[in-house]
């Protein structure tokens, strides 16, 4: 078994609590705070630590992570003096958070600056590998910082180091841009063989292991069938992303269309038709209403 750390985490949503648990499933000292604290609350069950307050959480923590919802909301606790005051020498921070680039070299910037490690590290996996702790880490930072890190990733997922500061965000942005677009894509399959007789579900096995096949269309074309769009990856965050993508792009004078498309369609099913709360694969009753189908 791998050394037993101290570690924090921030953030116990949809993503954070069975990120937690598998920390503490891997034998690590887990600490857990969250705004709300109810949501924190039954990690206790699991052997974690319940801290009164964002300070309390971060004393004594070899490592930070944080799991919000951008990167405004990590911000503020990263430039908190109170936070920084409470943090041990030589701890590392690590955003788990889906962000702007800039965000995250902004934060490596002031924690280097005061002796503290600091790597952005999104993921994807969605809330089942979240659970299964298969979770694709992309991990931007000092390589040594990543190695000091690799047991504590390796509790969660795959960890790969992709670059200096900022890139494991470019790298979600990448992701969370392919995600998107294939989203769309599988829709529009999904609804044409629907619509012209073919059964979806076969549909999907007769494509499973071809050129077409992928993740996203094994599992979230049988959400689209189904109709089951509780949320795994929000549609809300989903936009949160593209946006963030968009601006990337715009500041390295790109144009990206296809995002650009889809991005307004998700924007659409959130604005329009209260999708916001839904799994982004709700894209589909997006597609449907587009075509005068019943939602």
Request: aromatic share 6%.
């Given at each position: 078994m791998a050394q037993s750390r101290k570690i924090t985490l921030i953030g116990t949503g949809l993503m954070g609590v069975p990120m937690a648990r598998n920390l503490l499933k891997a034998g690590h000292d887990?600490?857990?705070?969250?705004?709300?604290?109810?949501?924190?609350?039954?990690?206790?069950?699991?052997?974690?630590?319940?801290a009164a307050d964002a300070v309390q959480a971060v004393q004594g923590a070899e490592f930070v992570i944080t799991m919000l919802s951008d990167g405004y909301a990590t911000?503020?606790?990263?430039?908190?003096?109170?936070?920084?005051?409470?943090?041990?020498?030589?701890?590392?921070?690590?955003?788990m958070s889906s962000t702007k680039p800039e965000h995250a070299r902004a934060?490596?910037?002031?924690?280097?600056?005061?002796?503290?490690?600091?790597?952005?590290?999104?993921?994807?996996?969605?809330?089942?590998?979240?659970?299964?702790?298969?979770?694709?880490i992309m991990v931007g930072g000092k390589a040594e910082?990543?190695?000091?890190a690799r047991a504590v990733f390796e509790a969660m997922g795959r960890p790969v180091h992709v670059g200096p500061s900022g890139t494991g965000?470019?790298?979600?942005?990448?992701?969370?841009?392919?995600?998107?677009?294939?989203?769309?894509a599988v829709a529009e399959a999904m609804l044409l063989v629907e619509q012209g007789g073919a059964d979806p579900a076969a549909v999907r096995a007769a494509l499973k292991g071809g050129f077409a096949d992928s993740t996203i269309l094994q599992q979230h074309g049988e959400r689209m069938t189904k109709g089951d769009f509780e949320p795994g990856g929000l549609t809300k965050f989903q936009i949160k992303d593209l946006n963030n993508t968009l601006d990337e792009a715009a500041s390295l004078g790109l144009?990206?269309?296809?995002?650009?498309?889809?991005?307004?369609?998700?924007?659409?099913?959130?604005?329009?038709?209260g999708g916001a709360e839904k799994d982004h694969s709700g894209l589909y009753l997006e597609l449907k209403q587009r075509n005068g189908l019943a939602t």
């Open positions: 887990v600490t857990v705070w969250n705004r709300t604290a109810a949501r924190a609350q039954p990690l206790v069950a699991d052997g974690a630590k319940l911000g503020a606790l990263v430039d908190d003096p109170a936070i920084q005051a409470a943090l041990s020498p030589g701890a590392i921070w690590i955003d934060q490596h910037a002031t924690l280097t600056a005061l002796g503290f490690g600091h790597l952005d590290a999104p993921v994807s996996g969605g809330t089942k590998g979240a659970q299964d702790a298969t979770l694709a910082t990543f190695e000091a965000q470019l790298s979600k942005l990448a992701n969370q841009t392919i995600v998107a677009v294939t989203i769309s144009t990206l269309p296809a995002t650009e498309t889809v991005r307004d369609r998700f924007q659409h099913f959130s604005d329009a038709m």
